[in-house]
């Protein structure tokens, strides 16, 4: 299958399929490049790829009547980015959304993991119905055609699938212009292992008329399993694809995934594993897993600022945004999917040589023409569940309050 640049904007009708049709036929292949010298493959590239190379967007926002109030206030622009876990807990979602003091209100939302048709997230479109529930305009780029439930505990919950998509999304109060998305390389082959997909990861980008000024959006999602160095490249795609557009002050968020690990393959993950435990897990729970732009990823950081993109003052550097605590790591990571049986004595045990948590910061705001709004612009919000005490993602939430830079 071809991934391209989408510049094709639809409707949700656009993400209707037959495509389950094949699934179980799918499923025997155990690499892309099997199946894509299938006579199977002839069968589902046309459909498969209507759907991986479009975005869908909608309009439901009434605050463009608003936009002259707004303009006189000349108050400051908001953003939030955050991963939200399929979508799952939805209602939970929408409400911290709307009522959270630190979430709600934003000009955009730059949100990834969300599903359109999954069971382990009610079959719902997650970036439809939020869209919907909240007053916002929204734009949708699937990145995966999931051939199952899910990994780990998803494969066992109640239901079937139905559109079996996933992907990121993007919202906003005001009109989203140029909307498109640039797909990315995948750092491991998707039809390999437990978990199988057709699909590639994408950065979905769109032009915010923000009453106060214009800017550019882009809602990242980097490879989870995957080299640091895919990662690098995967950030230098988009910040190439950028310097083809005309120049506006831009904001990048997301889930960079920056967890220090290389996660190819278990064997990789594995060797990552014992390196830090010669570093000294105290060492690498204090140092590094919070502050990854310090040396285990800072190729990456030190790429966006070598090409004009600050983020240190864009983030509440070294607070984590994704935690594992030694009685969830499991669940949270679903680790036995990739990593041996043998492993896990010893993950427990460097865990508990830290307090039995560590914590990790994968969620990130980069920004050229930008600067934050203050001292406390640049926030991180955890401890995020519904009215149930059920946690609302294994992310938390990063805000920002930003402004235009005069320059």
Same mark, same amino acid.
């Given at each position: ?25 799918? =499923?025997? $292949? ?16 046309? @459909? ?24 006189? @206030? ?20 929408? +409400?911290?959304? &709307?009522?959270? @003091? ?25 970036? *439809? ?37 996933? +992907? ?33 990861? *994408? ?28 990662? *690098? ?5 988009? =910040?190439? %694809? ?8 831009? =904001?990048? +968020? ?47 950081? &030190?790429?966006?600022?070598? &090409? ?10 070294? !607070?984590? !945004? ?7 790591? @499991? ?14 004595? $010893?993950? $427990? ?45 294994? %992310?938390?939430?990063?805000? =920002? ?7």
């Amino acid at each position: 299958m071809t991934p391209r640049i989408s510049n094709k904007v639809s409707g949700p009708d656009v993400l209707d399929h037959s495509l389950d049709g094949h699934f179980a036929e799918l =499923l025997r $292949f155990e690499s892309t490049r099997e199946f894509e010298e299938s006579p199977l493959h002839s069968k589902v590239r046309e @459909e498969a790829e209507r759907i991986l190379n479009v975005v869908v967007a909608e309009d439901f926002s009434e605050a463009e009547a608003r936009r002259d109030n707004v303009r006189m @206030e000349g108050r400051d622009i908001s953003a939030l980015a955050w991963n939200v876990e399929r979508g799952t807990v939805f209602d939970g979602i929408v +409400g911290a959304l &709307r009522e959270h @003091e630190g979430l709600n209100q934003k000009d955009v939302l730059l949100l990834s993991e969300l599903d359109h048709g999954m069971a382990r997230s009610g079959n719902r479109f997650v970036a *439809r119905d939020l869209a919907e529930r909240l007053g916002l305009n929204y734009a949708f780029a699937p990145v995966y055609i999931a051939l199952q439930k899910g990994s780990g505990v998803e494969a066992a919950v109640d239901g079937e699938n139905t559109r079996s998509i996933h +992907g990121l999304a993007m919202f906003s109060k005001w009109t989203m212009r140029n909307v498109h998305a640039v797909p990315l390389p995948n750092g491991k082959d998707k039809m390999w292992g437990k978990e199988k997909r057709l699909g590639w990861l *994408r950065a979905l980008i769109a032009d915010i008329e923000h009453p106060v000024a214009a800017f550019r959006a882009v809602t990242v999602h980097l490879d989870a399993h995957c080299s640091r160095e895919h990662r *690098r490249r995967q950030m230098q795609i988009i =910040l190439d %694809h950028l310097e083809t557009l005309d120049p506006l002050p831009t =904001l990048i +968020g997301g889930d960079w995934n920056t967890t220090t690990f290389n996660s190819q393959n278990s064997t990789r993950a594995i060797m990552g594993y014992w390196r830090r435990v010669f570093m000294g897990p105290k060492n690498v729970a204090r140092n590094h897993l919070p502050h990854p732009e310090r040396y285990f990823e800072r190729p990456l950081f &030190r790429m966006l600022e070598n &090409r004009g993109y600050s983020f240190r003052d864009l983030n509440e550097i070294g !607070t984590g !945004t994704l935690h594992y605590h030694v009685e969830s790591i @499991e669940k949270n990571t679903n680790l036995r999917d990739w990593v041996p049986e043998w492993c896990f004595p $010893f993950i $427990f045990w460097a865990a508990n040589r830290v307090g039995g948590s560590v914590s990790g910061r994968l969620d990130w705001f980069a920004g050229r023409g930008i600067e934050p709004a203050g001292p406390s612009a640049a926030r991180t919000i955890g401890g995020l569940k519904d009215e149930n005490g059920t946690p609302l993602s294994d %992310h938390d939430a990063i805000a =920002l309050d930003f402004r235009v830079s005069e320059a």
